[in-house]
């Protein structure tokens, strides 16, 4: 599922391609993929202007011209491109957008629908009960916001994946976050000191950020808007490597159940009830 770095990448390649364009035309071949506004999508996206592309936690958000809004949400195998106008139009393209001149083609596809649109003919108000209850955003929490939250009897793994209380991480970032400040993730949240909690404010921001950079992560499904894998995959450390040496001690990466999340750490860096 795209997290944070994911998603960030697809915003900052939309705005350098798309903002400004105007949108020529709209194609929706599964009406049900637009889950609110499928009736006057097309007949109001049409004409209207990109005005901006912003990521609100694991979502995207795009603003008209007109005050019109789509909130996007890319599930576990939606893809967002742009394409040429003229590349083949692939099997669950359920949504494009054609921009005028020669900026191409968005397209949505998505073969398993857990993703989704939402058009909001009235911009941002009419959003927002799809927004509101996200905590702040994990690229741009400050150290204090950050400490304020780590306050509750629970898992420091379990707050890190609660997007009313920090938005944007998701199960892959929170792993590496944690490997990253050496924390262990079933520490629970007020039992880490104030210097573990600020340590691990930076590795969430540092990791994210880094993550950004390349492009996020492929494992499956998710490729860039311009149709590449992102590249941070290989630059895990936690995710995915149980059984492997750690890249710090060589010490086997465990696995284990963390919020009904499968939880990758080293027992020897992460240890439990003490902290680095
Ligand atoms: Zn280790």
Redesign the pocket.
């Known amino acids: 599922m795209p997290e944070l770095p994911e998603v960030e990448s697809i915003a900052r390649t939309l705005r350098e391609r798309i903002a400004g364009r105007r949108i020529a035309s709209v194609r929706l071949s599964r009406p049900d993929f637009v889950r609110h506004g499928a009736g006057s999508i097309r007949k109001l996206l049409t004409g209207d202007r990109v005005a901006a592309v912003k990521r609100v936690g694991k979502r995207l958000w795009i603003e008209l011209e007109s005050g019109a809004a789509c909130l996007v949400h890319l599930g576990m195998s939606g893809r967002l491109t742009i394409e040429r106008a003229e590349a083949p139009t692939l099997p669950h393209t359920h949504l494009s957008f054609r921009l005028e001149g020669e900026a191409g083609d968005v397209r949505l596809r998505d073969p398993r629908r857990f993703g989704g649109v939402w058009f909001f003919p009235e911009g941002r108000t009419a959003g927002d009960n799809q927004l509101e209850s996200l905590g702040p955003d994990a690229l741009e929490i400050s150290t204090r916001e950050f400490v304020q939250l780590c306050r509750g009897r629970r898992p420091i793994k379990s707050l890190l994946l609660d997007q009313r209380s920090i938005a944007g991480i998701g199960n892959i970032y929170a792993d590496e976050s944690l ?1 990253d400040a050496r924390i262990h993730p079933l520490t629970l949240a007020d039992e880490l000191s104030t210097d573990d909690q600020r340590r691990l404010a930076a590795s969430v921001r540092r990791v994210l950020r880094k993550a950004v950079n390349f492009g996020g992560s492929t494992l499956r499904d998710y490729v860039r808007a311009d149709g590449t894998a992102g590249e941070f995959q290989r630059l895990h450390r936690v995710y995915g490597r149980d059984g492997q040496p ?6 086997d ?1 465990q696995r284990i159940v963390v919020a009904q999340r499968s939880t990758h750490y ?5 240890p439990i009830g003490t902290h680095a």
């Open positions: 490997f750690c890249v710090r001690c060589k010490a990466i080293c027992p020897t860096c992460q």
